[in-house]
């Protein structure tokens, strides 16, 4: 298993901006990339090539009201950007469980292959 702690997410609503016709990463989602792939490299992460179990704890950095299923979608986007895993398609199993606030927010990530 590989535990991971991430910086907290911006959410689903703020990912993408329309550009005229072209749908773009915004400027808050590259960032998280780039700190995430930061995050991998300094963990020393191997790439995980089976079927995966994700289980992810959100530690918001305030206590205003967030919609759970908003919260990972950059951070499985940015791991996967990251070469965590070819594809998120690889996860069978994803869990998102709502913790204690901290301080500028963070993710911890659970991450482990699953038999077979």
Do not use: F
Not at 23 to 37: C, E, H
Request: net charge positive.
């Amino acid at each position: 298993m590989v535990v991971l702690v991430l910086p907290y997410p911006p959410t689903a609503n703020t990912i993408w901006r329309r550009v005229g016709g072209m749908t773009l990463l915004s400027a808050k989602a590259r960032a998280y990339r780039a700190s995430v792939a930061s995050a991998l490299i300094g963990q020393g992460v191997p790439a995980m090539a089976g079927r995966l179990s994700v289980r992810i704890e959100v530690h918001a950095p305030d206590r205003r009201a967030r919609d759970l299923d908003n919260i990972p979608k950059a951070a499985l986007d940015a791991l996967t950007h990251a070469g965590m895993w070819r594809d998120d398609s690889q996860i069978d199993d994803l869990r998102i469980t709502r913790c204690n606030t901290i301080t500028g927010g963070a993710l911890r990530v659970y991450v482990e292959e699953l038999p077979g």
